[in-house]
């Protein structure tokens, strides 16, 4: 029996290292010096609870690098994705814009605007727009973007947190980008549009 117990204990050991091995090849430890401006403002995000630890903080950093194609960034105020220049504008100035456009206007100012983005989208990232299966990707690349939150349920597209206040771009720029035509259902955010049937 004790010659069992000792077999199985080896075994064990033998398994344990097994999946040891395997943990150091799937991740490798990475040392990052920070200064300690930088360390302050990590722990006190941390401290805040806007971030639940400095790892996941650094996966966050990773994912948001990844999805905006941070790095063409050239250099402070001049962003690159792929042909198109990007731009961190407040909402307020996007809204004075409006202000000064006639509203008769909204719609195919909209319209424009998809296009431009249907453009980009397609140049870059390979991405055909009015293709309804690929909409998820086209919504996912809108949110990173900031344009809100995109959901497609049936013949409904649900936009929450918009960037555009006025459904009546929203709607022209989802019609130039999708190559579709929107009823709007909703004009006050969370906006509902219904794709039209042809």
Same mark, same amino acid.
């Given at each position: 029996?004790?010659?069992?117990?000792?077999?199985?204990?080896?075994?064990?050991?033998? /398994?344990?290292?097994?999946?040891?091995?395997?943990?150091? /090849?799937? =991740? *490798?430890?990475?040392?990052?010096?920070?200064?300690?401006? *930088?360390?302050?403002?990590?722990?006190?995000?941390?401290?805040?609870?806007?971030?639940?630890?400095?790892? %996941?903080?650094?996966?966050?950093?990773?994912?948001?690098?990844?999805?905006?194609?941070?790095?063409?960034?050239?250099?402070?105020?001049?962003?690159?994705?792929?042909?198109?220049?990007?731009?961190?504008?407040?909402?307020?100035?996007?809204?004075?814009?409006?202000?000064?456009?006639?509203?008769?206007?909204?719609?195919?100012?909209?319209?424009?605007?998809?296009?431009?983005?249907?453009?980009?989208?397609?140049?870059?990232?390979?991405?055909?727009? =009015?293709?309804?299966?690929?909409?998820?990707?086209?919504? /996912?690349?809108?949110?990173?973007?900031?344009?809100?939150?995109?959901?497609?349920?049936?013949?409904?597209?649900?936009?929450?947190?918009?960037?555009?206040?006025?459904?009546?771009?929203? =709607?022209?720029?989802?019609?130039?980008?999708?190559?579709? *035509?929107?009823?709007?259902?909703?004009?006050? %955010? %969370?906006?509902?549009?219904?794709?039209?049937?042809?």
């Amino acid at each position: 029996m004790l010659k069992d117990i000792t077999t199985m204990q080896g075994e064990d050991e033998k /398994k344990i290292e097994e999946m040891l091995k395997k943990n150091k /090849k799937s =991740a *490798e430890r990475t040392t990052i010096i920070l200064e300690k401006e *930088e360390r302050e403002f990590i722990d006190s995000l941390i401290r805040e609870g806007k971030e639940p630890g400095i790892k %996941p903080l650094i996966s966050k950093m990773l994912d948001v690098y990844r999805s905006m194609m941070i790095y063409d960034w050239r250099f402070p105020g001049e962003y690159y994705c792929g042909i198109s220049r990007v731009a961190f504008v407040n909402v307020e100035l996007i809204n004075i814009l409006i202000q000064y456009i006639s509203e008769e206007k909204w719609r195919e100012i909209g319209r424009k605007m998809g296009e431009a983005a249907k453009i980009s989208m397609e140049a870059t990232l390979g991405i055909q727009t =009015a293709n309804r299966e690929k909409w998820q990707e086209v919504f /996912k690349r809108l949110r990173v973007q900031g344009f809100g939150d995109f959901y497609l349920r049936d013949k409904y597209i649900l936009i929450k947190a918009p960037f555009i206040s006025e459904p009546e771009i929203l =709607a022209g720029f989802l019609e130039g980008l999708l190559g579709i *035509e929107l009823d709007i259902k909703t004009f006050t %955010p %969370p906006f509902v549009f219904e794709v039209r049937e042809h």
